[in-house]
C-alpha cells in the first residue's frame, strides 16, 4: 500500500469534512440575564459554538420555527426561478396565509418569501409539494437534513409548524444549529433580512405586499432574521439573528412570554462576554510539535487563519497539536499539504487549520510544470488517490 497517498487522501476527508461542518460545539458555562423562555439556546453562527443553553436539550413543540427547515431544504433542493402552481391541498390551510388560490402560479422564491415574512402555511403545503413531490416526501427530505445537520433530537411531520401531532418536535440547541446552517446560505440570509416585499398576486390588479413578522429587525440593532412561530400548544417561539461588526449571532426562544427581550438580552450578552479572537494567524509558520525532518530552508505555514468566540477566562485553556503525514519534508514539496494544526479548547476539538509546505527559494520548488495548487491537489487526491492507495 502507498502509504503517503493514504495519509494525503486521509488528510483531504479531514479538510472536505471539515469545509462542510462548523467545528466541534463547545459550550459555554457563563449565565445571561433571567430569561423568560422555558427553553433558549444562543449560537456564534460562523464557529458553530453554542454559547449558552437553557433547558437546550428538552424536546418542545416548535410552532412555525419549522418554516426554517422547509426554507433551506427547499432553497437547497429548488430552483428559485421554478414556476410552481398551487395544488389544492395548500388552499385554506389553517393558521398564517398568504391567501394562495387553487391553481394560480408563482416561482419559488415568491413562496419562500411569503413563507418567511408572513409565516404563510398556504406557502409551505406549495412548497413542499412542489420540491417534494409529495407532503411525505418533502418531510422525509426535512429529516434527512436535519441528521446531516447534527440535529439529534428532532423529528419533523409537516412543513408549517401546526400541532398535528406529539410527533413534530425539536429542542432549542437543534434548532439554533439549524439557524446557523441556514443563515450560511446567501439566498436564505437574503430573506428573512427583509422587511417588506412585493411578489405577484396573479388574477389581481396589485401585488401582494408581505410585511415582515419579525419586529426584532425594527427592535435590534443589527437584527438579520430569522423566524416568528406560535401555536396554542408550542406557546410564543422566537429565531432571531444579529450582525454587529462582522459577526453574527443567532437565538432560539421556546415558550417564552418575552420572547422580544429574551432575545435581545441573549444576544447583547453573546456580544459582550464572548469576543471572537484569532488563535491562528493565515500563513503562520508552524514548529513541528512531533518527530519530522524539515530540509533546510523548508517550512510549515498555515493556509489560513483560525478565530474562535471566547471568554477572557478560557483563553488559557487553548492549545493546538501538529499532525503531520509526512516525515520528511523536502523543497521539491512546496505548496503542497502535508498536515494540520488542530485547535484544542481543555480537551475538545475546536478547529484545524491545514499546513502546507513553504520553502525560502522559489527554485527548490517543483518545475512550474510539476506545480499543483492545493486545489488541484485536492481533487486529484480526493478522486483518486485515496482509492488507489
Known amino acids: 500500500m502507498n502509504v503517503r497517498k493514504l495519509l494525503s487522501g486521509v488528510l483531504v476527508v479531514f ?25 433558549a439556546a444562543l449560537i456564534d453562527v460562523a464557529s458553530g459554538r453554542i454559547l449558552y443553553s437553557k433547558n437546550g436539550s428538552k424536546k418542545m413543540r416548535i410552532a412555525s420555527l419549522t418554516k426554517t427547515m422547509t426554507a433551506i431544504v427547499a432553497i437547497e433542493s429548488g430552483k428559485l426561478d421554478q414556476i410552481v402552481t398551487v395544488p389544492p391541498e395548500a388552499v385554506g390551510v389553517e393558521g398564517s396565509s398568504i391567501y394562495l388560490k387553487r391553481g394560480e402560479k408563482l416561482t419559488l422564491e415568491e413562496l419562500l418569501y411569503g413563507l418567511m ?78 422587511k417588506v416585499k412585493d411578489i405577484s398576486w396573479e388574477g389581481e390588479q396589485w401585488d401582494r405586499r408581505l410585511l415582515n413578522k419579525n419586529k426584532m429587525l425594527h427592535l435590534y440593532n443589527g437584527a438579520d432574521g430569522v423566524k416568528t412561530g406560535y401555536t396554542k400548544l ?45 488563535l491562528v494567524g493565515q500563513k503562520e509558520t508552524v514548529k513541528p510539535d512531533t518527530p519530522v525532518t524539515l530540509e533546510t530552508g523548508t517550512h510549515l505555514v498555515t493556509m489560513n487563519s483560525f478565530r474562535y468566540p471566547l471568554q477572557q477566562t478560557e483563553t488559557e485553556a487553548v492549545h493546538k497539536k501538529i499532525v503531520l503525514g509526512e516525515s520528511i519534508i523536502n523543497g521539491k514539496m512546496n505548496g503542497q499539504l502535508v498536515g494540520f494544526m488542530q485547535i484544542y479548547l481543555k480537551d475538545d476539538m475546536i478547529g484545524q487549520v491545514p ?35
Not at 19 to 34: C, D, H, I, N
Not at 359 to 366: G, I
Request: glycine share 6%; with cysteine.
Open 15 to 39: 479538510l472536505f469534512i471539515q469545509a462542510l461542518l462548523p467545528a466541534t460545539e463547545v459550550k459555554a458555562a457563563a449565565s445571561p440575564p433571567g430569561l423568560s423562555a422555558e427553553s
Open 117 to 194: 415574512l408572513r409565516s404563510g402555511n398556504d406557502a409551505a403545503v406549495t412548497i413542499a409539494t412542489a420540491v417534494g413531490g409529495s407532503l411525505p416526501g418533502f418531510v422525509y427530505m426535512m429529516n434527512e437534513k436535519a441528521a446531516l445537520i447534527g440535529m439529534e433530537h428532532s423529528n419533523f411531520t409537516n412543513p408549517h409548524g401546526l400541532d398535528d401531532s406529539n410527533m413534530h418536535y425539536s429542542t432549542a440547541e437543534d434548532m439554533v444549529k439549524l439557524s446557523a446552517y441556514a443563515l450560511r446560505n446567501p439566498v436564505f440570509r437574503q430573506i428573512v433580512s427583509t
Open 355 to 389: 499546513l502546507l509546505v513553504s520553502v525560502d527559494t522559489p527554485t527548490s520548488a517543483l518545475p512550474k510544470a510539476e506545480a499543483h495548487s492545493f486545489w488541484q491537489q485536492f481533487w486529484e487526491i480526493a478522486a483518486g488517490g485515496l482509492w488507489s492507495a
Open 234 to 278: 408550542a406557546k410564543r417561539c422566537l429565531a432571531t439573528s444579529a450582525t454587529r461588526e462582522g459577526r453574527q449571532l443567532a437565538t432560539i426562544t421556546l415558550n417564552a412570554s418575552d420572547d422580544w427581550n429574551d432575545s435581545a438580552k441573549l444576544l447583547d450578552w453573546g456580544f459582550a462576554n464572548f469576543p471572537v479572537k484569532e
